[in-house]
């Protein structure tokens, strides 16, 4: 294993982040307070509580989870895609290290600036709103696991795109709107029956539902349906992975 | 010299069907210079993309230090460094960071000491915490080089290191290759450039479609590939070649208006002074001259035609 070429690459990407620093912290805080303006002050004054939970309180785990999503594809699928696009990929491929040890690095590195944002946006809520989390650890595993599991899912993205647009497509299209709909915002069963169901098809539900779980101790569905969820979607990521990486796929010619 | 890069029927065919590589065979000494010639498209990257993991070969074996790159892949590619064609480098990253995070890459500890001396070695020191963007090309190109050193490989190879580069920074590139030879660097350098070969290049090998022409030390390729041929234009036709110039061997165009010497660059008496004086002697009087020498596409053509590699 060539740990010093895994820590390289995660150093250099993290590297990036930190040159963005303003960026990558004051965006999600403006954000973050944003949502609590609308959906908690002017929304949220005409929805006092969602299943015993003040709607202020009731939003931060989806908004959470809403940002470390998206946080944690795009910036596993632009680390990434830019060294392809630049053409620095070259340097990885004749390097003496395995695809393993690129995966571990790039999306160690994605992972963990999700991780941040995350953290950002809890600090950032607290200011807002009372939170109690009743389960800390699985609070943290959950918030670990979430991270690891979408870069993962962002990397394929990345070694899937070939344009800027490609790599936009995916995140925009599918993974936005299945996190808008996975109860971000509202608790399933404020859904009419029919569209209840419907939603159990949503993978996204069950992370926001066990997320969610960990903070109130209550939860959409059955935290033991959350856990299997994260862990196939974890699953079906590596697998890919290993697919792509077996083969070459769009990477080595 | 022992070898420390031996191929063995490496071919490469892309998924589009072309063939870039056709069984190359090829063996590379330690310490040596050797320059891979070819017009674009020859497969010169394609081969060593192949041999440094960029490319994956569809057969035949490579070994470098005697390792297989593709059973022992980690311990090849340790030894192996790589100069790209294209410039390839993040703008906004420093030249010190990218230079480190190359040696990591290749599973080295940190040594700030030795990257000194390679940034040394290439004029680079005074631009360590320069970004990448603030350079000049020729700098960067040198930044790519000190990537490719920085963990100290026993093999370097440069892919067109001199590819849209000025004369005085091909000059200078030469100058870096030469002094990477006397560190001990076995060097592989593509090329399109008959000069750069010429200047540089201990061996050189022609690779043409994929197939490896020939290998030959570059004192007696440039002895075969140095004829030359001076065109010389008269202001007045002649009829006949005159007696006095026989020797010469030259050819009198049908109009009687051009002369054209052919003559070895190489040799210490090209003739031409004598030819010259001789012309003076006769009375002929000279309205231009030219000189021309025979391009690698017709050496190549010459080459085909000989029956591969005479």
Known sequence: MNLRAIWAIYKYEMA???????????????????????????????????????????????????????????????????????????????????????????????????????????????????LDIAHPLAMVAFLVLTCLSFSLFGFIIGIWAQNFEQLQLIPLLIVTPLVFLGGSFYSISMLPPAWQTITLFNPVVYLISGFRWSFFGQADVAIGLSLLAIAAFTTICLVLIWAIFKTGYRIRA | MPA????????????????????????????????????????????????????????????????????????????????????????????IDTVRFSRGLFGRPRDDALIERVLRQLSLWDKRDSRIMQLSGGMKRRVLIAKALCHEPRVLFLDEPTAGVDVELRRDMWRV????????????????????AEAIADRVAVIHRGEILLVEEKDALMRR???????????????????????????????????????DRQAERTGITRLLRTLADEGIALADLQTAQSSLEEIFVGLVSDGKAA
């Open chain 1, 16 to 130: 990036r982040f930190f040159r963005t620093l303003l960026q990558s912290f004051v965006s999600p805080v403006l954000s973050t307070s944003l949502y609590f303006v609308v959906f908690g002050a002017a929304i949220g004054s005409r929805i006092s509580e969602v299943e015993g939970v003040a709607y202020g309180a009731f939003i931060v785990p989806g908004l959470v989870m809403l940002s470390v999503m998206t946080q944690s594809i795009t910036n596993a699928a632009f680390g990434i895609y830019f060294p392809k696009f630049i053409g620095t990929i070259y340097e990885l491929l004749s390097a003496p290290v395995s695809f393993f040890e690129v995966v571990l690095g790039y999306v160690g590195a994605a992972a963990t600036k999700a991780m941040f944002i995350g953290v950002v946006i809890l600090v950032t809520s607290s200011l807002f709103v009372d």
């Open chain 2, 177 to 196: 290759v030469e002094g990477l030879k006397q560190s001990g660097v076995t060097i592989i350098l593509t090329t399109h450039y008959i000069e750069e």
């Open chain 2, 4 to 95: 420390i890069v031996e191929i063995d029927s490496l071919t490469k065919t892309y998924d589009d069907g072309f063939q870039a590589l056709k069984g190359v065979s090829l063996t590379i000494e330690e310490g040596e210079i050797l320059a891979l010639l070819g017009p674009n498209g020859a497969g010169k990257t394609t081969l060593i993309s192949a041999l440094c993991g960029i490319v994956a070969p569809t057969g035949g074996h490579a070994r470098v230090g005697g390792l297989d790159i593709a059973a022992d892949y980690r311990a090849a590619r340790a030894i192996i460094g790589l100069v790209p064609q294209e410039i390839t480098l993040e703008p906004f990253e420093k030249v």
């Open chain 2, 225 to 263: 590939m140095g004829q030359k041929c001076l065109r010389i234009e008269l202001t007045e036709p002649i009829a006949a070649e005159p007696e006095a110039l026989a020797d010469f061997g030259l050819v009198l165009s049908d109009d009687g208006r051009v002369l054209s010497y052919t003559y």
